[in-house]
């Protein structure tokens, strides 16, 4: 880290300042703790304060919250660029961490700043320290973002695959699968067993708006991960189709759209910003995992990247349907 300043300067960002931030926060929400009354507003809805509790709930808030996302975030931007990987997207997500923990630290801090010495069924406003609290964290996560050595994107290993060996009058077809990898697919399952314990909780405590609102949430993200996370591809003379699980979404490119097919060495946070469907300049990628996928480069120059096994000899048999197109239009 000492010889590497992106590595460097993204840790500090990422890591120390949230640090910083929040251990600011808890010496400042302490100091106060002697001035607040028994109970503090926790909650403000539309026409005021609707949810109290104790006024430990803040610095827990902090402490959790606030070094939680920005600590899940790291964990994947750092590997990304310990491996050299360089892009806009892993400068901005250090920014983005630091940026969301002055969010939390100071819309905290405030919420019991504004409670200082009030008597007990007074009613604070939140609406001001809201408004504050979002400008300090653009401002920080500006800053966070300047810090930073500049990314350019650098270009994914290419490797250049020759057509499979087709006779005139043989048909060959490749079938495979993309599927998504350990990491993600631990990280699905963990928020949705959290979204699913909060709704159960929700309809225990007799909040049925919120119950079913969460229950809509739990069934939105089971569908979108069955939707998104198996994809049965096949490659033939007739070109590529990519269809989910459940048969939609669907991607087809058909031979005569294809310009170029190789195999690329791809990275889902630098190159896609993330794992899924994915869409970037240039490019629409099924992205599952990290490492090598197949990337087809249709005529208008837009690329499809979908991270599959064995995509040499997907990548050989389009190389093949291409060119059995090409020698078919100068007939």
């Given at each position: 880290m000492r010889h590497d300043p992106v590595l460097r300067r993204a840790f500090m960002v990422g890591f120390v300042a949230p640090d910083a931030l929040v251990?600011?926060?808890?010496?400042l929400q302490l100091w106060l703790m002697a001035d607040l009354p028994a109970e503090v507003v926790t909650h403000w809805g539309s026409e005021g304060p609707d949810g109290y509790g104790p006024a430990w709930t803040y610095p827990v808030l902090t402490l959790a919250v606030g070094l939680g996302l920005p600590a899940l975030m790291m964990a994947f931007t750092l590997p990304s660029i310990r491996r050299g990987e360089?892009?806009?997207?892993?400068?901005l997500m250090p920014a983005i961490g630091v940026g969301f923990t002055a969010l939390i630290a100071t819309i905290s801090t405030g919420s019991l700043l504004v409670q200082r010495g009030l008597e007990d069924g007074d009613q604070p406003s939140i609406g001001g320290v809201v408004v504050a609290s979002y400008v300090v964290a653009v401002l920080i996560g500006l800053l966070g973002w300047a810090v930073?050595?500049?990314?350019e994107l650098a270009q994914p290993s290419r490797q250049a695959v020759g057509p499979m060996p087709v006779a005139p009058s043989e048909k060959v077809v490749w079938l495979g699968r993309a599927e998504a990898g350990a990491t993600l697919m631990a990280i699905l399952i963990a928020v949705s067993i959290v979204l699913a314990g909060a709704a159960v909780?929700?309809?225990?405590?007799?909040?049925?708006?919120?119950?079913w609102i969460l229950t809509g949430v739990v069934l939105l993200v089971a569908l979108l991960t069955s939707a998104s996370t198996v994809f049965r591809v096949r490659t033939d003379l007739d070109g590529l189709e990519a269809r989910s699980a459940l048969?939609?979404?669907?991607?087809?490119?058909?031979v005569e759209d294809i310009a170029d097919v190789?195999?690329?060495d791809v990275s889902g946070l630098a190159e896609f910003g993330g794992w899924g469907i994915r869409f970037a300049p240039g490019a629409t990628g099924i992205i599952l995992r990290n490492g090598q996928a197949l990337q087809v480069t249709r005529r208008s120059g837009r690329r499809?990247?979908?991270?599959v096994d064995d995509p040499q000899t997907a990548a050989s048999v389009l190389a093949a349907a291409a060119q059995k197109a090409a020698h078919a239009d100068q007939d």
């Amino acid at each position: 880290m000492r010889h590497d300043p992106v590595l460097r300067r993204a840790f500090m960002v990422g890591f120390v300042a949230p640090d910083a931030l929040v251990a600011i926060a808890l010496a400042l929400q302490l100091w106060l703790m002697a001035d607040l009354p028994a109970e503090v507003v926790t909650h403000w809805g539309s026409e005021g304060p609707d949810g109290y509790g104790p006024a430990w709930t803040y610095p827990v808030l902090t402490l959790a919250v606030g070094l939680g996302l920005p600590a899940l975030m790291m964990a994947f931007t750092l590997p990304s660029i310990r491996r050299g990987e360089r892009s806009p997207m892993l400068r901005l997500m250090p920014a983005i961490g630091v940026g969301f923990t002055a969010l939390i630290a100071t819309i905290s801090t405030g919420s019991l700043l504004v409670q200082r010495g009030l008597e007990d069924g007074d009613q604070p406003s939140i609406g001001g320290v809201v408004v504050a609290s979002y400008v300090v964290a653009v401002l920080i996560g500006l800053l966070g973002w300047a810090v930073q050595p500049r990314q350019e994107l650098a270009q994914p290993s290419r490797q250049a695959v020759g057509p499979m060996p087709v006779a005139p009058s043989e048909k060959v077809v490749w079938l495979g699968r993309a599927e998504a990898g350990a990491t993600l697919m631990a990280i699905l399952i963990a928020v949705s067993i959290v979204l699913a314990g909060a709704a159960v909780w929700m309809w225990l405590a007799g909040d049925s708006v919120a119950a079913w609102i969460l229950t809509g949430v739990v069934l939105l993200v089971a569908l979108l991960t069955s939707a998104s996370t198996v994809f049965r591809v096949r490659t033939d003379l007739d070109g590529l189709e990519a269809r989910s699980a459940l048969g939609w979404p669907r991607f087809s490119i058909p031979v005569e759209d294809i310009a170029d097919v190789s195999v690329i060495d791809v990275s889902g946070l630098a190159e896609f910003g993330g794992w899924g469907i994915r869409f970037a300049p240039g490019a629409t990628g099924i992205i599952l995992r990290n490492g090598q996928a197949l990337q087809v480069t249709r005529r208008s120059g837009r690329r499809f990247v979908i991270t599959v096994d064995d995509p040499q000899t997907a990548a050989s048999v389009l190389a093949a349907a291409a060119q059995k197109a090409a020698h078919a239009d100068q007939d």
